[in-house]
């Protein structure tokens, strides 16, 4: 063999190399990057009961017989739920997403104001059990809204703050004044 056939031999094998190497390390870390937690995957009949808080107000919502009730509270009686909007709060959850984390540091809720002023807490139906951190409850720690359509949010026990595109504070509406 002569000289250039060695030599391009040997670039082409330091190509092959370094295209392996390069491309290792542009895929290996998106093969061991966890999805941050969030709320867990759910179909609407899953749900038993919601609860809102919003500051000193809390009403709780319950499907009782099929029907979506809401609780008295005050020695008020039950009554039944507005079906449109437990539908469009439902579906306001089952599309949360996670758009990207904005803080790793409990210090900071109350900037973000996902200290607990506004709560939502699902209850998923007897048998149903997500996982070990979720059990069948998610509570999730809506924020305040920020930029167009956005709002920073928390789920319990995740201590991450993150944004999400939708606005989240459509959920208290008309439950809690």
Do not use: C
């Not at 539908?87 to 809720?109: A, G, R």
């Not at 109350?110 to 807490?121: I, K, N, P, S, Y």
């Not at 789920?155 to 944004?163: A, E, I, M, T």
């Amino acid at each position: 063999m002569n000289k250039n056939t060695i030599r391009l031999k040997k670039l082409t094998t330091i190509f092959i190399i370094a295209f392996f190497i390069l491309a290792t390390i542009q895929i290996l870390p998106s093969l061991f990057k966890r999805e941050p937690k969030g709320i867990p995957s759910f179909k609407k009949n899953q749900i038993h009961m919601i609860t809102l808080i919003y500051g000193n107000n809390e009403a709780e919502i319950q499907q009782i017989n099929n029907q979506w009730v809401v609780k008295g509270t005050n020695g008020r009686s039950d009554y039944p739920a507005d079906l449109k909007h437990i539908e469009e709060l439902l579906q306001i959850l089952l599309n949360l997403k996670k758009t990207e984390v904005v803080s790793t540091n409990p210090d900071k809720y109350a900037l973000f104001e996902v200290d607990g002023r506004r709560v939502v807490t699902l209850e998923f139906n007897k048998g149903m059990s997500f996982t070990k951190a979720f059990g069948r409850k998610t509570t999730i720690y809506i924020g305040k809204p920020h930029a167009f359509n956005s709002t920073y949010f928390r789920v319990l026990p995740d201590k991450k703050v993150y944004s999400t595109n939708s606005d989240l504070t459509l959920l208290f509406y008309p439950f809690v004044n």
